[in-house]
């Protein structure tokens, strides 16, 4: 079976939008747990389609990535970052970032 185009186009329209949008967009709640499955079937794609495939997943990922660190250091600091598009799995690098921010501060004795 050949995989259609909609997957890919898919991928590049949230790769588009999270490099324009400076807080996380929206996505589906099992983005990470579909392009896994997506990926399953190397065989169904070519070895093009997987190296895109992978390029813009992790072009996606290191951008959200990015904007979840900057939340965490936003909070850490006293703001109030808009978490409303962050998904479970990025939930859990948001609080382990406030931890690992917080011991930081601790340990370079930084009252708050």
């Known amino acids: 079976m050949k995989v259609d185009e909609t997957p890919y186009r898919t991928l590049r329209k949230i790769q588009l939008s999270e490099e324009k949008v400076p807080l996380l967009t929206k996505i589906d709640k099992n983005f990470y747990s579909q392009i896994s499955e997506y990926q399953k079937n190397p065989d169904d794609l ?61 340990n370079f004795v930084i009252k708050d």
């Open 46 to 106: 070519s070895e093009r389609e997987i190296q895109d495939i992978e390029r813009i997943v992790s072009s996606v990922y290191g951008i959200r990535e990015k904007k979840i660190v900057q939340a965490a250091l936003s909070k850490i600091r006293g703001g109030k970052p808009d978490l409303k598009n962050m998904l479970d799995e990025e939930k859990k690098l948001f609080d382990s970032d406030i931890d690992s921010l917080l011991q930081s501060r601790k």
